[in-house]
């Protein structure tokens, strides 16, 4: 096994960890102002880089509660262009759901918004803006929101991992191609530097044998993570927030962008790494420094994470809306495309910035998707004839995938379909609104691949 570093060395002291999330306790009324800023994210020699902020911090503040919370916060946009957010993964009401004219008007420059709302479930979520995604995500906006268990899972430590990847030029800066056709009609804006909670890499000092909790967060909007645990027992036990009901033993780990992964690991060698499959090498990721004293052995495989409330789905009696995904470099779109309610065809669409369609609709349409009644299984089979891989995300409710064999796989709020594949979902359609359902590869989304379902 050959590992890379990333360009960064630094020996981290006895029990600290370098590279955590700055966290917070949030109870009662927090703020949160959107905001320019510098931070050092390449390695020293380089200058900082300009980005945008949540508190001068990327990731963004780390908020934590605990389940049956109520998060109250209120949202300051000082930054140049209107913003929202949206909370990834929870399960709330319609209207603090961060969308741009349809849950919310827009939060523009100077402005605020106070998002209140009672955290149900427990687990790993995040928050990122929904307006402008592509160059808003990009330039540094996310952060982490944990919901706690009742009861603390029994590990000695809990480390949150915050991938992402940027575009810089060579004095460490945002490239200002944000949007641009090419990162449209392919795999979107892939970067050139990849961090871990805004570093290089992470290091932590562990004791030997030690049992972690790790929480994974893709915040990248296009590049999916391909984990690797090397010298380390692993555990899935949680899957974009909701446990899983049987710890899922884990050695690769892909994320796609917005997934969230948690994962129990002990550490019983020297030197356990979790290193991130690239192109042109594996490199470092998570880096432990294990020394000192034993830990107790623990049960193998874990126990699992107490589950979160979650509704029954009902195959047999279920609405069913197939999506067909077209578009993008290589297959291109059908011969004629909706945009606006408008046809016209595909050479028109693409002037017009729109490269992928929905079944025959490009863009955010006036009509749902689907519309379905409270209560009901909404059914989704999902076809890729696109060349590319494409992570669907819905909002407000978690859904599962329904297997070859007619089995449901575990809740998931993002799924990734990769080229010519077809994967359904299935969900129970129990919270009333306006929900997106889009691809969260951000250009995919601002160039076609957005649509909604409505829950009446
Ligand atoms: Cu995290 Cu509509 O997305
Ligand atoms: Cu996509």
């Known amino acids: 096994m050959s590992l890379t570093r990333r360009g960064f060395l630094a020996s981290a002291g006895a029990g600290t960890l370098l590279g955590a999330v700055p966290g917070r306790a949030s109870q009662g009324p927090v703020t949160l102002v959107a905001q320019p800023g510098e931070v050092q994210l390449a390695p020293g020699e380089f200058p900082k880089t300009k980005v945008w902020t949540y508190d001068q911090s990327v990731p963004g503040p780390l908020l934590r509660y605990s389940r049956g919370d109520e998060l109250q916060l209120q949202l300051t946009n000082n ?8 909370w990834h993964g929870l399960r709330l009401p319609n209207l603090m759901d961060g969308v741009p004219n349809m849950t919310q008007s827009e939060i523009l420059t100077g402005e605020q918004f106070d998002y209140r709302f009672a955290l149900k479930d427990a687990g790993t979520f995040w928050y ?44 460490a800066q945002m490239h200002e191609s944000f949007g641009n056709r090419h990162d449209m009609s392919h795999a979107g804006r892939l970067g050139n530097f990849v961090t871990v909670n805004g570093l290089p890499e992470l290091i932590s000092r562990q004791p030997r044998g030690a049992r972690l909790r790790l929480r994974f967060v893709n915040v990248a909007t296009a590049r999916i993570f391909e984990l690797q645990l090397i010298d380390m027992t692993g555990w899935i036990m949680a899957l974009d927030g909701m446990p899983l009901p049987e710890p899922q033993s884990v050695e690769i780990l892909r994320l796609a962008p917005a997934q969230r992964a948690d994962l129990f690991v002990d550490l019983t060698s020297d030197e356990p790494v979790i290193g991130s499959v690239e192109r042109d090498g594996t490199y470092a990721t998570v880096s432990f420094d294990v ?36 578009g993008g470099a290589m297959r291109g779109l059908p011969e004629e495309v909706v945009w606006k309610g408008q046809v016209m065809d595909a050479r028109r669409a693409a002037q017009s910035g729109q490269f992928w369609a929905f079944n025959g609709v490009s863009g955010r349409p006036d009509e749902p998707l689907l519309k379905a009644f409270q209560g009901e299984t909404v059914r989704i089979p999902i076809t890729n004839r696109t060349a590319f891989p494409h992570a669907m995300h819905l ?57 909604w379902i409505q829950v009446v």
């Not at 495989?301 to 509704?311: A, D, H, K, Q, V």
């Open 79 to 86: 930054l140049p262009q209107a913003t929202t957010v949206h």
């Open 128 to 171: 990122h803006p929904h307006v402008n995604s592509q160059e808003q995500i990009s330039r540094g906006l996310s952060g982490v929101l944990i919901v706690d268990e009742p009861d603390a899972p029994d590990v000695d430590d809990e480390i949150v991992v915050v991938l992402d990847d940027w575009r810089l030029d060579e004095n």
């Open 291 to 326: 020394s000192g004293g034993e830990v107790t052995a623990r049960p193998h495989p874990p126990t699992s994470l107490p589950p979160n409330e979650m509704p029954e789905v009902d195959l047999e009696d279920a609405r069913r809306t197939p999506v067909v995904m077209e």
């Open 395 to 451: 909002h407000g409710m978690h859904f599962r995938e329904v297997l070859d064999n007619g089995a449901l796989g575990p809740w998931r709020d993002t799924l990734l379909v990769q080229r010519d594949e077809s994967r359904e979902i299935a969900f129970v359609a129990d919270n009333p609104g306006n929900w997106m359902f889009h691809c969260h590869m951000a250009a995919h989304q601002m160039s076609g691949m957005m649509s």
